[in-house]
């Protein structure tokens, strides 16, 4: 049975920082994207980052670019969010994502990813 376990969320300061981690389990997902989305009450689901399956090539959502860093650990069949000068406006759910499929590039569509944590909860406040 294949898993996304989210950890590293929690209550912190305005300016202050936090690191998510995603672990995979029951299959490699060391040649697929794999992502963070995020949820705030009462809004869609909305894109954070995502990197390709090597690591070489990410992309960010403008209102975090600059912010945040992913990263992966394919040894580990981990993903990573690095969040820097969180803002209040960066409370929500955060998700990671993973395709089955090979896929080359990084993807921001939910649609590209097949399996889905169960989320952790990042509340920033001012």
């Known amino acids: 049975q294949v898993q996304l376990v989210e950890s590293g969320g929690g209550l912190v300061q305005a300016g202050g920082s936090l690191k998510l981690s995603c672990v995979a389990s029951g299959r490699s997902f060391s040649r697929s994207p794999m992502a963070w989305f995020r949820q705030a009450p009462g809004k869609e689901r909305e894109f954070v980052a995502t990197?390709?399956?090597?690591?070489?090539?990410?992309t960010y959502a403008d209102s975090v670019k600059g912010r945040f860093i992913i990263s992966r650990d394919n040894a580990k069949n981990t993903v990573y969010l690095q969040m820097n000068s969180l803002k209040p406006e960066d409370t929500a759910v955060y998700y990671c994502?993973?395709?089955?499929?090979?896929?080359?590039?990084?993807?921001?569509?939910?649609?590209?990813?097949?399996?889905w944590g169960q989320g952790t909860q990042v509340t920033v406040s001012s």
């Open positions: 994502a993973a395709r089955s499929g090979y896929l080359s590039m990084p993807s921001d569509l939910r649609s590209v990813y097949d399996y």
């Open positions: 990197i390709n399956w090597s690591g070489g090539s990410t």
